[in-house]
């Protein structure tokens, strides 16, 4: 049996503790001795267990600019969430420097100098973005004065030739304050344009030649933002699961990508104004517990949960096998490309796997120019293996998507529902809706392709919810199925040249958090955020390997990028194997005070009820959990860094054993949860 990590010498997390831990990151927690311990003996570090990088969380200053508030990280020269009160105002401005392919340039922030008064602030910073062929220096200064006013430039050269796809600002606006809601913006050639920010996730652009635009923050109270240096235009973030609409340069309708000589200067500036007189500037005071309670309204299906075959990887041992029993996936997804010679193994495989696992396959088909004759081919090999087949996805293996067409010839050949849609983004689907009605809707979604710190992944949860309902308004009676939902994004769909891969480097498909204690907690968010909303059916990940639920035998092939344990489940796999056993039960929609912090889900089946809460923040989180009408006797089961790697490790009896009593007052549960940590509390009838 594996040591265990030893707790702290109390029993719980004292008050005093977790009051102490602040917003801009980890404090007391990880100020002990050995909080980044080394790694000896094939332990992880509490870094590694957090989110699966040897190195502590960002670093945020807060920062005022007379009633307002907001965040400035300075790892990323990133400004974040500009609040007036309890309003948002800006989800979030930076500058970006995206190469020919729309990969984003990691920025090094270096020689940062902060002067902060009473009501406003001024800092400066060098910002220098190198890789590959790409050398660029751009000077930062930040200013915020007592009037409300933030000002955000940047000075740049390029210090070598290269190709760009977009360099400058990119400003976020919130969707929960926006969405809907009525904004004016002031085009280049002097025009003013009254508008409303999209409901629905909008396909293509809302706005173009913005120079400035403005929308009402409360009553009274306006904040206009106003570019310089380029011409401006605002997409719909949803489509890529993003909570925000980015006003962004250059427009794209311009030639891209574009020729960058040595030497080109750049330089941009945007400035935030507020026009009226506020009447709060520092908001309710918040609770230090984050509040989580059931919301109004009946509770839904819970959907069927699978997960995708892992063709690149060897077929599952036996012990591998049984952990995904144990799993219990509704399905199991199997890519099926028409083109290559390998796919009827792969389909056998598959197949073979499914029947030992007593679940359906949701078949995936790529088809190439000679797609009838390859369906055909496909059709007699279904008869041939006669695998249970849930409903077939049918996509054009260039396009990635159900082209014209494609949909009737499907149908012709194969039993059972077949679908249409996008295995790429949400954004492909929205912009290419099928012609023709299938029985089934379906589109991939990930978190990183704009963004890919912690905080940002958060966000996309909101963004999730609103593919859903945008999906139902043009979706008739079809089922809608996400599929895959993965951490990373699988390919490049907009490249537009070759995509080089740093040997070094792990690909670009895998993202260390995989083995996380964070990558539990965002696949907590996701789930809540995807089940609530109405999907019909969610397949995420792969069954082993770096992109799955469980590390390969003989562990990753990159272990000093990939740390994980061979043999091991990764802490993922206990959120999608607790919500398994409530398969065919209910999802009981679910409020959380701070989104942002924690995720957390409600289920209930054959009276049994259950409440899956995680902490998605770098500070230890105190939970308060409603559950009116639950009544019972309340236990609860933690997946911390305290338990982690046992739980990775032996997860048979993890799940067995490592229960404890939960604390309940006047039908509240109460629970303290460690950084990333994750918990599930049951209601014992």
Known sequence: MSEKRRRPPSSGIRRRDWL?????????????????????????????????RP??????????????TMYFDRKLAFLRYVRLGDHEVIRGLYAAVRDRNWGTVPPQVND??????????????????????????WKGRLRGSEEGTVRFEMDGEARSTFLRNRIGF??????????????????????????????????????????????????????????????????????????????????????????????????????LRLEGEPRETGGRRRSPAVEIRPVDGEAAPLPPVGLRYADESPVPTPAQTARLRAMSPSHLRVDLHLEDEGWGKVFRQAASLARELGVPLEAAVYAG??????????????????????????????????????LGRARRFLKGPVGAGADTNFTELNRNRPEQEPDVICYAVNPQVHAFDNASLVETFEGLRDTVRTARSFAGAATIAVTTVTLRQQFNPVATGKVEQDPDALPSSVDPRQMSLFGAGWTLGSLQALCES??????????????????????????????SIPGAVFPLYHVLADVQEFAGGEVVPAAVSRPLEAAAMMLQKDGRRC??????????????????????????????????????????EFRRSEWGPATVRGGVLSVALLPYAYARLECEA
């Open 55 to 68: 190195q502590p969380v960002p670093d945020w200053m807060a920062l005022r600019a007379g009633p307002l």
């Open 170 to 271: 990119c400003l976020l606006h919130p969707i929960r304050e926006c969405a809907g809601n009525p904004c004016a913006v002031e085009q280049t050639g002097g025009g003013r344009e009254e508008g409303r920010f999209p409901e629905l996730i909008s396909p293509h652009q809302p706005f173009f030649n913005i120079a400035a635009i403005s929308h009402e923050v409360e009553p009274g109270v306006t904040a206009e933002v106003r570019f310089e240096g380029e011409v401006f235009e605002m997409e719909d973030q949803r489509n890529w699961t993003d909570a925000s609409y980015k006003t962004y340069c250059t427009p794209l309708a311009r030639p891209f990508p574009v020729k960058v000589p040595k030497g080109t200067r750049i330089k941009q500036s945007v400035t």
């Open 611 to 652: 409440v899956l809460a995680a902490n998605v923040s770098g500070k230890v989180l105190y939970l308060r959990i409603a559950t009116p009408g639950w009544e019972g006797r309340w236990r609860k089961r933690v997946l911390d860094e305290y338990s982690a790697e046992r739980a990775m490790r032996e997860p048979e």
């Open 112 to 137: 940062l100098k902060a002067t902060v008064y009473e009501g406003g602030f001024e800092v400066t910073f060098d910002v220098v973005c190198r890789q590959g062929p790409i050398d660029f220096l």
């Open 20 to 52: 102490r831990s602040g917003t801009a990151g980890i404090t007391w927690m990880l100020s002990a001795p050995g909080a980044a311990r080394a790694q000896s003996g094939n332990r992880l570090t509490r870094w590694q267990l957090y989110y699966g």
């Open 534 to 563: 109405g999907a019909g059916s969610v397949t995420y990940y792969e069954t082993t390997g770096w992109r799955g639920v469980m590390e390969l035998e003989g562990g990753p092939p990159m272990p000093d990028r990939f740390p």
């Open 369 to 406: 120019e000679d797609a009838e004759a390859q369906l055909r081919r496909l059709a007699a090999a279904e008869a041939e293996l006669e695998p249970r087949i849930v409903r077939w996805l049918v996509y054009d293996e260039k396009k990635r998507w159900t082209t014209a067409g494609l």
